[in-house]
T-cell receptor, first 113, second 107 residues
């Protein structure tokens, strides 16, 4: 089945450790996005990539890094520089061109102890 | 003021009730999305509209461009409709999300 797979679903880490969240898609979509969700707030864009080997900062990129070496994969690294990393992280994809519809993964919940 | 405001923030209804969730926005948009986030956290797209009204099963979405307002209606609500409903507006390449409305339908 086509879809977006995020892993792990739950992740606990100590302060000061980098963590990498995986996002894999088999929808053959060009664009991929990482969003952060905090209680009582709308989703906020961290990074996005419209083609392989290219990505752009979103509204809250500080303390995060990404790569887009393959069309199917867009991993997000939460670095120790991110001051408040505990959040729910959602990966999304879009086919591209004129299609605005987004498809979302199931999310990863990161808790920093 | 947030660019996208949803109301109410929380809503509890009895099974069978007619439900309305509102979304107001302050920017020019090319499209508005209604999304559903189920308790596990995943999000699915319900509607994308730029004018008028769309219907899918028991769900109806309307938008008034002049008033910068959209509503999501659920007819004959059911406990399985319990979820977070999110409004998002697209202006250019940017998508701005509302904080969501938490809906609980009791049987």
């Amino acid at each position: 089945d086509g879809g977006i797979t995020q892993s792990p679903k739950y992740l606990f880490r100590k302060e000061g450790q980098n963590v990498t969240l995986s996002c894999e898609q088999n929808l053959n979509h060009d664009a991929m996005y990482w969003y952060r969700q905090d209680p009582g707030q709308g989703l906020r864009l961290i990074y996005y990539s419209q083609i392989v080997n290219d990505f752009q900062k979103g509204d809250i990129a500080e303390g995060y890094s990404v790569s887009r070496e393959k069309k199917e994969s867009f991993p997000l690294t939460v670095t120790s520089a991110q001051k408040n990393p505990t959040a729910f992280y959602l990966c999304a994809t879009r086919w591209g061109g004129a299609s605005p519809e987004l498809f979302f993964g199931e999310g990863s919940r990161l808790t920093v102890l | 003021k947030n660019e996208v405001e949803q109301s109410p923030q929380n809503l509890t209804a009895q099974e069978g009730e007619f439900i309305t969730i509102n979304c107001s926005y302050s920017v020019g948009i090319s499209a508005l999305h209604w999304l559903q986030q189920h308790p596990g956290g995943g999000i699915v797209s319900l509607f994308m509209l730029s004018s008028g009204k769309k219907k899918h099963g028991r769900l109806i979405a309307t938008i008034n461009i002049q008033e910068k307002h959209s509503s999501l209606h659920i007819t004959a609500s059911h406990p399985r409709d319990s979820a977070v409903y999110i409004c998002a507006v697209r202006g250019g390449n940017k998508l701005v999300f509302g904080a969501g409305t938490i809906l609980r339908v009791k049987s």
